[in-house]
């Protein structure tokens, strides 16, 4: 067995949080880092396992400590990878990329590792899985789906936290421009049209 599989094996036992953030999560974003990573320079096994450990603590959106999510995952990601023969600045790149990577954070990451694990996770709240995670979130929490004065933010500064629909306003749709790394543009460029497509629908429906 692999280094990688058995911190593969490892996270399986640890995850344990809401669908949006669950094991098919961590492997999506395992998914794309490979993706990205045959097209950018980078040490892969790094960031592989970066993308493995990168969820390994999740609050729940209604907890404080949310944004403190991808700090801890960083601290108990040190921890686990002390087991294998990673060096001190092998474990130092892994854990600043998860550390750097969060949305909430709002940091770009200093390293093409923490660059490549952050448009990798990006990549996952877009497109068709990112609708589905995001209405997943909004149900957990009990949010309505949209403010039925405005849905669409037209005249309003839109608030997640109250209604789901906001949250493309607040976030999604600004995700493209983020994006650090050329193939990462590219994807995000793919996965905004599907979700603009749907709210297009959407307003035709409404």
């Not at 911190?7 to 492997?27: L, Q």
């Not at 130092?92 to 990329?97: L, V």
């Amino acid at each position: 067995m692999t280094t990688i599989d058995s911190i593969k094996n490892d996270v399986k036992e640890i995850i344990d949080s809401d669908p949006a953030h669950d094991f098919e999560h961590t492997m999506r974003v395992y998914k794309n880092v490979q993706k990205i990573c045959k097209k950018e320079k980078a040490n892969e096994k790094l960031i592989l396992c970066a993308a493995l450990l990168h969820d390994i603590i999740s609050y729940p959106k209604s907890d404080k400590r949310s944004m403190l999510s991808s700090i801890h995952s960083a601290k108990k990601a040190k921890q686990i990878l002390k087991k294998y023969n990673f060096s001190k600045e092998e474990i130092m790149i892994i854990s600043d990329a998860i550390r750097t990577h969060s949305f909430s954070q709002n940091t770009v990451p200093t390293t093409t590792e923490g660059k490549i694990l952050q448009d990798a996770d990006r990549l996952d709240a877009l497109g068709a899985i990112g609708i589905a995670r995001v209405f997943t979130t909004g149900g957990s929490l009990k949010r309505q789906f949209y403010n039925s004065d405005d849905p669409f933010c037209k005249i309003r500064q839109p608030d997640d936290t109250l209604w789901t629909l906001d949250h493309f306003y607040k976030k999604l749709l600004n995700l493209e421009s983020l994006m650090n790394t050329k193939s990462g543009k590219l994807e995000a460029k793919k996965r905004t049209k599907i979700l603009n497509e749907f709210l297009n629908q959407l307003k035709h429906e409404l």
